[in-house]
């Protein structure tokens, strides 16, 4: 019920009222407080009296999809299921939220409530042709109980009982729903990978399977997701379930080579160096061998190899090392000095970010005398800003497109654009290196607060991009580029304008491989926009050097800009 209510308050409140406040000004009085009045009741969660007020407001404006989904999920929550299938049949003719299997599920669980097993059967698998995502809601879903035992609903929802199978067969089992599930939920499945090289790929796994090892098994299942060709469909290493054990180090990937910029404090003595090879293998050699493994937008994602180093489970199933609990490095120390050490991997840490590191770790900077430069001053902090010491220039870090928890995006963009009025802000520089996304909806309110400031204008206005600018916030790059007089600085982005992209998860049942299929376009750019990525016009990629030393080449290529011209 719950998880209900909080999809129809985020379609109402980010659909239906959004359209109410553009026509407000034209519309009755009477109607536009008729709204309101369902609104607070439905957030109220006061069902029985918001279903008569969502009825009167479908009866005066019966073309907002919105109101019907409201309507229909008001009598469902209220009990008054035969009520709600044809308000939800509307709001899904309407296409409610542009995401119809909402509707469509909603319509099933009302006749499974009425203990209907046609009717709930048929909504259900229309519900999946729509693009419902989680089987596994499904066979959870208290509304079905009544159906556990019917081949049919055991088929919609793979209900299959895997407690008996063998390895192989609990793999060629999931590699069965895989195929199912990529072809009914990928926006374009087939765009960089025939159906039958697909196809012919899992039975090549599906072979496989019980005759190679688990690491292996788990490497060649994230090769083929990466045929996909879209940087949100794969299988990642943070997701294997078996891979619980990391190495206790923070790899970063520069033009100068791949180096250690960060370790736990008992590794100390390795940060700073630059590592040469993987066991018996040069550090070339080891890159180039994650790249089919990767699922990646463009050749940026080259430089978020490190991610994937420090899963010694990963080099193993590429054949790289021989063991998936320990790494020979061969490296070269801040002295110039090459030598070897192994390094055993330990349990995960949860407070270990693929993109911060961790908070109490040793750092290649930590010698470097100096306050820390802007940009690795604060970067769990999901937004904030800080005015340079001229008074007349603002930086501001943009680390997460997501509500924080004691400000929303909105009341930020807010008070950013009220600072830089009240204060004669002339330039607004916006970082965006670490954001690696979020929600997209919430990006309208902070592009409407940027574009009015006064800073809007050429050569007042920049923004920070880089190998780590993803997913939502390559849609906030591609809003300021179209509808901002912004400078692009920095690294090109990994994605390009417009793009697939979308976290849709799914476990798959016997191996609990968790793995994403995206099934959303962001046509972002214009539609005729086939550039790879959004290329800086100010080229400043990092350097180890500039990153051990508290240089900030980004920052310091915008404060020069402009002088001798």
């Known amino acids: 019920m719950r998880h209900r209510f909080v999809t129809m308050r985020a379609l109402i409140v980010s659909g239906a009222l959004v359209w109410l406040a553009q026509v407000s000004a034209a519309a009755p009085d009477s109607y536009t407080e008729l709204v309101r009045k369902a609104q607070e009741r439905s957030e109220a969660q006061d069902w029985r009296a918001a279903a008569p007020l969502w009825q009167q407001v479908v009866e005066i404006n019966p073309t907002v999809a919105m109101f019907w989904y409201a309507l229909g999920t008001a009598w469902s929550n209220a009990g008054e299921y035969r009520k709600a299938i044809p308000a939800l049949e509307k709001s899904r003719e309407l296409g409610a939220g542009s995401i119809t299997f909402f509707p469509s599920y909603d319509i099933a669980r009302a006749y499974g409530r009425l203990g209907e097993k046609k009717p709930t059967l048929e909504w259900l698998e229309t519900a999946l042709d729509d693009g419902f995502r989680s089987r596994e809601t499904i066979r959870n879903e208290e509304a079905f109980t009544f159906l556990r035992g019917d081949a049919e609903f055991k088929k919609l929802a793979n209900a299959v009982d895997r ?212 940009y690795l001053k604060d970067r769990r902090t999901f937004y904030w800003f800080e005015p340079l010491p001229d008074g007349k220039t603002l930086y501001c870090q943009f680390n997460n497109v997501s509500d924080g928890q004691q400000e929303t995006l909105q009341a930020f963009a807010d008070r950013l654009a009220e600072h830089i009025e009240k204060n004669g802000i002339e330039t607004l520089i916006i970082d965006m290196r670490w954001n690696n996304g979020g929600n997209s909806k919430l990006l309208p309110a902070l592009m409407a607060s940027v574009i009015r400031t006064r800073v809007n204008r050429q050569g007042n206005l920049f923004v920070i991009v880089g190998r780590y600018t993803y997913s939502a916030a390559m849609n906030a790059a591609t809003f300021f580029e179209r509808f901002t007089n912004s400078i692009f600085v920095g690294e090109p982005t990994p994605s390009s304008p417009n793009f697939i992209g979308e976290s849709n998860m799914i476990t798959l049942p016997y191996s609990q491989t968790r793995v994403s299929i995206s099934d959303l376009y962001w046509e972002s750019s214009w539609p005729t926009d086939r550039r790879t990525w959004i290329a800086p016009f100010l080229y400043t990629p990092p350097t180890f050097e500039a990153y051990k030393n508290k240089r900030d080449l980004a920052l310091e290529a915008i404060l020069t800009y402009g002088e001798g011209n």
């Not at 407690?163 to 729903?177: C, K, N, V, Y």
Request: negative net charge; without cysteine.
């Open 163 to 374: 407690t008996e199978m063998s390895p192989a067969q609990g793999w060629r089992s999931d590699l069965s729903f895989l195929e199912t599930e990529y072809a009914r939920l990928h926006y374009s499945p087939y765009r960089k990978i025939s159906q039958p090289d697909f196809e012919r790929e899992i039975g090549a796994l599906a072979d496989a399977a019980g005759k190679v090892s688990d690491n292996e098994m788990r490497v060649r299942l994230m090769k083929l997701m990466a045929r996909a060709g879209d940087g949100h469909t794969g299988a990642y290493p943070e997701m294997m379930p078996t891979w619980k054990t990391t190495l206790p180090l923070q790899f970063e990937l520069y033009r100068e080579g791949l180096y250690i910029i960060s370790a736990d404090p008992s590794h100390a003595d390795l940060v700073g160096a630059q590592v040469l090879r993987f066991g018996k293998h040069s550090t070339e050699q080891v890159i180039e061998a994650l790249q089919p493994a990767m699922s990646k937008d463009n050749e940026q994602a080259v430089w978020r190899s490190a991610r994937y180093l420090r899963f010694p489970q990963m080099l193993n199933g590429l054949g790289l090392v021989p063991s998936a609990d320990k790494v020979s490095l061969t490296i070269k120390d801040a002295n110039g000095e090459e030598r070897s050490v192994t390094v055993e991997a330990v349990p995960n840490d949860p407070q270990f970010s693929r993109i911060f590191g961790h908070p109490s770790w040793v750092t290649a900077y930590d010698k470097t005398p100096g306050p820390l430069p802007l």
